[in-house]
């Protein structure tokens, strides 16, 4: 949970004027003792971090599962030079498993005939 700066600064400004240890300053806003202390150090939350984008792209990876959909994780991470977690994650990003295609598949099968 992140406190706002307002908050933050009130904090620090009760502490530093009435001259109160991290403790007690913690106890009096029932807050942790630790983020008294990094707020002293550093009052601005940090950035989140943002990731590297991904080398496997949603298209290809579905064309991917259409085109071999009994393939393990591993082996489509063969195929796109990936770690299987990456494919793993990826596949939870494209929302969608292997037994939802194999669904969507047969579902297709038996609406042709």
Same mark, same amino acid.
């Given at each position: 949970?992140?406190?706002?700066?307002?908050?933050?600064?009130?904090?620090?400004? /009760?502490?530093?004027?009435?001259?109160?240890?991290?403790?007690?300053?913690?106890?009096?806003?029932? /807050?942790?003792k630790?983020?008294?202390?990094?707020?002293?150090?550093?009052?601005?939350?940090?950035?989140?971090?943002?990731?590297?984008? /991904?080398?496997?792209?949603q298209?290809?990876?579905?064309?991917?599962?259409?085109?071999?959909?009994?393939?393990?994780?591993?082996?489509?991470?063969?195929?796109?030079?990936?770690?299987?977690?990456?494919?793993?994650?990826?596949?939870?990003?494209?929302?969608?498993?292997?037994?939802?295609?194999?669904?969507?598949?047969?579902?297709?099968?038996?609406?042709?005939?």
């Open positions: 949970m992140t406190y706002s700066l307002y908050f933050r600064k009130k904090v620090l400004s /009760i502490k530093e004027s009435e001259g109160l240890t991290y403790q007690a300053t913690a106890d009096r806003f029932k /807050i942790g630790n983020s008294v202390y990094l707020w002293s150090k550093q009052i601005k939350p940090k950035a989140t971090k943002s990731r590297p984008e /991904i080398k496997v792209t298209t290809e990876l579905l064309e991917d599962v259409r085109a071999y959909c009994d393939d393990y994780q591993y082996e489509r991470a063969e195929r796109f030079g990936v770690s299987q977690s990456c494919i793993c994650y990826a596949l939870q990003r494209l929302e969608t498993g292997v037994m939802d295609f194999y669904e969507k598949v047969k579902a297709k099968k038996f609406s042709m005939c």
